[in-house]
C-alpha cells in the first residue's frame, strides 16, 4: 500500500462524511452530532475537507514548495488528484512532509535501493533480514538476536518481484549453514539452502538466511 492509500484509508469516515454532506446536508448533521458524542474531530476533518477541495491548485502549490525544501521528486506532487490534494490539505504540514518523505522512500524501495536513514537490520517474517528505519527496532521483539516484524515495507517490492537489498549477514548463525567436516570452526561450509560455499564468519548479503536459535 503506498502512502497516499495508506492516508486514504485511515481518512475514510471523514472523506465519507463529506461526500454525504454534498448529497443530504441534513441527514450529516444528524449524524455529526452522533459524532461530535465520541469528540468531534470528523466534523473537523470535515470542514478541512471541503475547503481544501476549493483550493486544490495552492494546496498543490504549498505541496510543490514543501517538496523543494524536502528535496524529494515533485512528481509524488504531481501525481495526486483532487481528493489525494484534499485529503492531504486536511492533514496539515506535518502530514504533508511525512507523506512527501513516505512517497520518496517508497520510490527508493521502488528502485531497488535503500532509503538514506533506514540503516538498522530487522528480520522480517516474510521477507528475511531487510533494512529499516532505525526509529522501528525500538517497538520490536529481539529473537535469536535479531529485531523480529510481521512484515515490512519491503513486503510488497519483494512481492512484486522486485530487488530487495540485503543487510550483511554469517553463515555460522543460520540454521541452512552446513560446516566443513575438517575444519568445522573456520573451514569453507556449504548451504543447504542453495546458497553456495562461504566461510563461516563471511559477511555477505542473503534473502534466504534463518537465525539459529540461541539458548
Ligand atoms: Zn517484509
Given at each position: 500500500m503506498n502512502a497516499l492509500a495508506e492516508l486514504r484509508k485511515r481518512a475514510q469516515p471523514a472523506a465519507n462524511l463529506a461526500k454525504a454532506a454534498n448529497r443530504h446536508p441534513a441527514a450529516v448533521t444528524d449524524s455529526q452530532d452522533s459524532q461530535d458524542s465520541q469528540g468531534g474531530e470528523s466534523r473537523i476533518a470535515l470542514v478541512s475537507l471541503g475547503a481544501s477541495k476549493r483550493a486544490g491548485p495552492a494546496v498543490r502549490a504549498d505541496l510543490l514548495a514543501l517538496a523543494d525544501r524536502l528535496a524529494v521528486d515533485r512528481d509524488h506532487v504531481h501525481r495526486l488528484d483532487d481528493d489525494g490534494l484534499a485529503l492531504l490539505a486536511a492533514i496539515g504540514e506535518g502530514g504533508m512532509r511525512a507523506f512527501l518523505l513516505a512517497a520518496e522512500d517508497a520510490a527508493t524501495r521502488q528502485a531497488g535501493k535503500v532509503p538514506l536513514d533506514d540503516t538498522a537490520a530487522i528480520y522480517c517474517a516474510h521477507c528475511g533480514p531487510v533494512y529499516v528505519h532505525?526509529?522501528?527496532?525500538?517497538v520490536l521483539p529481539v529473537v535469536d538476536g535479531w529485531p523480529r516484524a510481521a512484515g515490512c515495507p519491503w513486503c510488497v517490492i519483494r512481492k512484486a518481484g522486485g530487488y530487495v537489498p540485503r543487510p550483511h549477514v554469517t553463515?555460522?548463525?543460520?540454521?541452512h549453514w552446513r560446516p566443513d567436516?575438517?575444519?568445522?570452526?573456520?573451514g569453507v561450509g556449504d548451504c543447504a539452502s542453495g546458497h553456495g560455499a562461504h566461510y563461516p564468519v563471511q559477511r555477505h548479503g542473503c534473502g534466504d538466511f534463518a537465525p539459529r536459535k540461541r539458548p
Amino acid at each position: 500500500m503506498n502512502a497516499l492509500a495508506e492516508l486514504r484509508k485511515r481518512a475514510q469516515p471523514a472523506a465519507n462524511l463529506a461526500k454525504a454532506a454534498n448529497r443530504h446536508p441534513a441527514a450529516v448533521t444528524d449524524s455529526q452530532d452522533s459524532q461530535d458524542s465520541q469528540g468531534g474531530e470528523s466534523r473537523i476533518a470535515l470542514v478541512s475537507l471541503g475547503a481544501s477541495k476549493r483550493a486544490g491548485p495552492a494546496v498543490r502549490a504549498d505541496l510543490l514548495a514543501l517538496a523543494d525544501r524536502l528535496a524529494v521528486d515533485r512528481d509524488h506532487v504531481h501525481r495526486l488528484d483532487d481528493d489525494g490534494l484534499a485529503l492531504l490539505a486536511a492533514i496539515g504540514e506535518g502530514g504533508m512532509r511525512a507523506f512527501l518523505l513516505a512517497a520518496e522512500d517508497a520510490a527508493t524501495r521502488q528502485a531497488g535501493k535503500v532509503p538514506l536513514d533506514d540503516t538498522a537490520a530487522i528480520y522480517c517474517a516474510h521477507c528475511g533480514p531487510v533494512y529499516v528505519h532505525p526509529g522501528i527496532i525500538d517497538v520490536l521483539p529481539v529473537v535469536d538476536g535479531w529485531p523480529r516484524a510481521a512484515g515490512c515495507p519491503w513486503c510488497v517490492i519483494r512481492k512484486a518481484g522486485g530487488y530487495v537489498p540485503r543487510p550483511h549477514v554469517t553463515c555460522a548463525t543460520c540454521t541452512h549453514w552446513r560446516p566443513d567436516a575438517i575444519n568445522p570452526a573456520a573451514g569453507v561450509g556449504d548451504c543447504a539452502s542453495g546458497h553456495g560455499a562461504h566461510y563461516p564468519v563471511q559477511r555477505h548479503g542473503c534473502g534466504d538466511f534463518a537465525p539459529r536459535k540461541r539458548p
